[in-house]
């Protein structure tokens, strides 16, 4: 009644009212739609007011259109079946790895299928793994209108029942093919032949939370257990990977051309400082405007990438130049526009957008940066009647979004589609003939070793997505920095001339591979706690290296590159060695010993190898 009505809050209200609307959501949407957290959801459903459910939904993983094709149809070039012929030649009951490099759109899946093809036919199994944001249907329809059911699907937005009923399949052997991300190469497979990890750079084999493993160094183990081979492939190998081909650790192939000969782009790199000194401010230069007008005129399609998500990324006082932070962690809260909120990334705490600075008082709050959504408006101003497409991790929550997103670009419905890193990677639109890397620069400044390798491998494997079909493609990449040489080698799509810098830069500063870089993580609601519990292990290590000597540097303790996080202050220390046998055991020890100490009793600590340094 209207009692009740007035004891509820305004976020309650506002999740009554979004609910009454769409009768049930799950409750991620409500959140995020409300700009609310999950203690909002509780209360309301303490009180009877809303309830919580299960829907069960069975269903294959994956929408099946399209017939069973045959593995008939499936047609080597000349290139493709020298490559396949060296790599069978590696599986000969031997543990093997190899690394094989293709420019994009070489058409290294077509190696793959026949790897697998081959695999099956000698009665052995397969493993094939892709990035997390690339498993579009597109890759499982291809497998499973070759290999029909003999082919399962293992990914993180599958149900848990989905996941179970694809793990009994395979347990029960009625499986012999696995298709999936990271965690696919745990499937329990008896008899694997080949293990293939296609974009094997990507970040997203690297789980960051516990257990916090590389899925290449598992299917190195089993590889090793099985007597399999494991075949890398990428565009943009890891800079790890091309140095172990390059000391003859792993084999190495490369396809050299693209598949039916299509020519690569042509790339032009354009300064956003010239635009400036002309006034434009907005995200888009004024070549590219002209550009996407062409496009949209000859009726072919275009993509542009974006290095972030949200609107206007975040709030700053013109007054004290103070910029809005999250109360959580020492990161900047990002506008959304969806839901008129100022949002953290890493915490999801969200408040109403502010006109006050909480620093000076000054009322002169201006919105600046560059995201998804301001260049959607930006696009559907200059151009009122394009049909524009918005991909990012705010606009494809469900789990079939995607596709049904990638399938109606791919039908022509869209002119235009805008996107975060999950558009760069894999995708094959024939009638795409231009590419614009909107913000090159803003991986390259990232506070972490790879984030030259990141740049390179996100800008080269975007500008592959243009000209895949009939006609030649263009891509434009828009940088304040344009003599960069990173920006330049991924314009020549030139990844050896990247590769022989990059591997120098490391050698001469000991970053992997010529070291492996172990970090030691503290975090705790108490600043001189964590610190003091760093500053502790410190001592703990010294002990323990005095017991075990071993080469190693150690850097720190340190305030992390983001030093609060969810409320909580963090403290690393990093520790450059080569993880082998003695160090781990070294670790184990130091890290034992630590959980023994009442100092780390309110502290949360953990050890991760070569992993994420935010």
Known sequence: GDEENRRLSEKQKSVIAL????????????????????????????????????????????????????????????????????????????????????????????????LIEETVKRGQQAVMLVPEISLTPQTVQKFQCLFGNRVAVMHSSLSLGERLDEWKRIKRGEADIVVGTRSA????????????????????????????????????????????????????????????????????????????????????????KEDEKKHNHSGLSTRLVDELYYNLQHKEQSILLLNRRGYNTFATCLDCSAVISCPNCSVA???????????????GHSQKSINKCPECGGEHIKLSGLGTQRIESELSELFSDARILRMDTDTTYSRYAYEEKFSRFAAGEYDIMIGTQMIA?????????????????????????????????LITQVVGRSGRGEKKGRAFIQTYTPDHPVINYAAEQNYFGFYRDEIESRRALLYPPFC??????????IQENVKYAADFFMEILKACLEKIPLPIRVLGPSPAGIFRLNGKYRYRIIMKCKANGKFKTLLRHALKTAGKNKAFSKISFYADINGEIF
């Open 19 to 114: 609910l009454e609307e769409t009768q049930a959501g799950s409750v991620k949407e409500v959140c995020y739609l409300c700009g609310v957290t999950e203690v909002v959801l509780k209360t309301l459903a303490k009180k009877g007011i809303i309830e919580y459910f299960e829907r069960e939904i069975y269903r294959t993983p994956i929408l099946s259109s399209g017939d069973s094709q045959s593995l008939e149809n499936v047609i080597l070039s000349n290139e493709q079946q020298q490559v396949y012929d060296g790599i069978c030649a590696l599986m000969n009951g031997q543990p093997n790895a190899a690394l094989l490099y293709g420019v994009t759109g070489s058409g290294k899946t077509q190696v793959f299928i026949k």
């Open 185 to 272: 190469v745990f499937a329990p497979l008896q008899k694997i032949g080949i293990i293939i990890m296609d974009e094997e750079g990507e970040a997203s084999y690297k789980s960051e939370s516990a257990p916090r493993y590389h899925a290449r160094e598992i299917a190195k183990l089993r590889c090793v257990h099985h007597n399999a081979l494991l075949l890398l492939a990428s565009a943009t190998p890891s800079v790890d990977s091309t140095y172990c081909a390059q000391t003859g650790k792993y084999h190495f192939f490369e396809l050299k051309r693209r598949y039916s000969d299509a020519g690569l782009p042509d790339v032009f790199i354009l300064d956003l």
């Open 333 to 347: 809260l990002t506008y959304h526009r969806a839901n008129g909120c100022l949002m953290c990334h890493y915490c």
């Open 425 to 457: 990677k894999g995708l094959d639109f024939p009638n795409v003939t231009l590419v614009g890397v909107l913000s090159a620069d803003q991986s390259l400044y990232a506070a972490d070793y790879r984030s030259c390798e990141r740049t390179f491998s």
């Open 516 to 525: 492996d870089l172990c970090l030691v993580g503290f975090s705790g609601t």
